[in-house]
């Protein structure tokens, strides 16, 4: 029952950063209100007797966390691309990539964002070298 209540008040304290994130501006915004959701619901769960029925909500908010990350390098890729910063958006994408490749998140979970980007690396290249 105890370790019920507390589950209880993580997922209000999740759900309140998940509504902050939405809300948010900036993917930076959106990224700094769920850490302080994740740090929140990190605390109330270290209060469970059985530490591990938290994992799931702490997984959740890494994960949001994790895709607010990319979305920001993702989109200042976008963002050059369009502006004819051919250079600017290389290095944005391969931030990206960077991110990918050394974050908690499986790199099978991820395969079609690594090709994608890895794409667009490759014909952003291509065209800074024709110029």
């Known amino acids: 029952m105890r ?3 507390i589950i209880e008040e993580a997922n209000k304290a999740a ?8 809300v948010a501006t900036t993917h930076r915004g959106r ?3 769920l850490a302080s959701g994740l740090l929140k619901v990190r605390e109330i ?13 702490e997984s959740k908010l890494q ?8 979305d920001g390098f993702l989109d200042a890729g976008r963002k050059a691309e369009f502006k004819g910063q051919i250079k600017k958006a ?7 990539l960077y991110f990918i490749l050394h974050h908690d998140i499986p790199d099978e979970l991820q395969k079609g964002e690594i090709a994608e980007i ?3 690396i490759k014909t952003l290249s291509q065209q800074l070298e024709r110029k």
């Open 3 to 5: 370790d019920d209540l």
């Open 15 to 22: 759900e309140k950063a998940i509504g902050k994130a939405e």
């Open 31 to 33: 990224e700094s209100a």
């Open 45 to 57: 769960n270290s209060s469970l007797n059985d530490v591990s029925k938290g994992k799931g909500l």
């Open 63 to 70: 994960e949001l966390i994790h895709k607010a990350k990319l």
């Open 90 to 96: 290389i290095d944005q994408y391969q931030e990206a």
């Open 118 to 120: 890895e794409g667009k």
